[in-house]
């Protein structure tokens, strides 16, 4: 059993061999082994799951019970006001990577046994299939989209069948009114997008849509109103090396630091999870970083200000607002119009007079 070199560590033992989550063990310990986790990781991963299962027991919870929900319910609601038999782990972001990475293990499939799905779950399984199959959406757009079509939806029908001909101007409006407190215009736009394309997918299915379209409102967000922020000449200059330095750096990371790793991808991870491609997250704060090494962590950060940098430049340098939207690769040219504002000569030309001012 490859689980009992670790679980023997842990005061916890019996939360984890007894409990609900005993079968998953050894599939658990060696997928962190494939990844090259260190044995102290691992073990304080079981830990998290020691007491997420003793948690689960308390309620007469199976493996088919577990969902992303699940987990943060257990995260934001359990964790804080635990009461559960000292020692146990309750450190948010150890319990959050431990949990989710039980998640990976487990099948997706919203019919698995033991588990009652509503008419909702349903209906947002076969919404879900569509955006993946037929729309080509990545996971974390199909998980967002669901996710605001359940909270519309679960408001309106609580657990009932949802019925698409019930839904009317009010319905939309006390939703969008309860965001409206919480949420920025740019996330209320983002909710109305997702509610859009449900409903789009209900007419392909024959539903009469098209006034629930129509209610939707245009949110007003105004995000390009102020020219875009960039690094100037002399804060590039010591924020990014020269080519040839970045050349050289490359050559000796990939020869001497890169782990060794079968993905083709140039930057991976150099902590476990090995042979992983590095993700967005670690390239900014990598970004972040050396802004607090040049002194401008007060002024920028992230990563996107070099992509208004570069395009900036290029439009200073006469290349056409069509061609940095080109080389930013956006599908609308409408969001790389933004740089002709930052031409302040070729707008003086085209300005003109004010009323009552010298032509």
Known sequence: MASYPYITHLAREAWLSDGPLSEMLDVYIEGLEARRYKPRTIIA????????????QGRRLRIASIDHALIE??????????TCPPPCRSVVSETRAALH??????????SREGVIATPIDIELKRFGDHLRDACGLSPQTIFYRMRHVRAFLAGRFGTDQPKISELGAKDID????????????????????????????????????????????????WPRRHPPHVLSDGQLEQSLPLPAQAG??????????????????MFVRHRAPFGVPLSVAAIRNAMNRAFVRC??????????????????????????????????????????????????EHLRAVAQPWPGGES
């Open 295 to 344: 002194g401008l962590a007060d002024q920028f950060c992230n990563t996107h200000i070099l992509r208004r940098t570069a395009a900036t430049r290029l439009q200073k340098a006469g290349v056409s607002v069509k061609a940095i939207a080109d080389v930013l690769r956006h599908r609308d040219l409408n969001t790389a119009r933004v740089y002709a504002r930052v031409d302040l």
């Open 248 to 265: 050289k750096a490359l050559i000796h990371y990939l020869q001497e630091g890169r782990p060794q790793t079968t993905n083709r991808a």
């Open 101 to 110: 990475h039980l998640l990976k293990l487990l099948p997706h499939d919203i």
């Open 45 to 56: 991963y079981l830990r998290c799951l020691a007491h997420f299962s003793h948690w689960m």
């Open 174 to 221: 006390d939703f969008l009114e309860r965001l409206a407190d919480r949420w920025k215009p740019a996330s209320c736009k983002v909710v109305c997008t997702n509610l859009r394309s449900y409903f789009r997918y209900r007419a392909m299915l024959g539903d009469d849509t098209r006034v629930l379209c129509a209610i939707l409102p245009p949110i007003a967000n």
């Open 73 to 82: 319910h257990f995260i934001a609601h359990h964790l804080p006001s635990c």
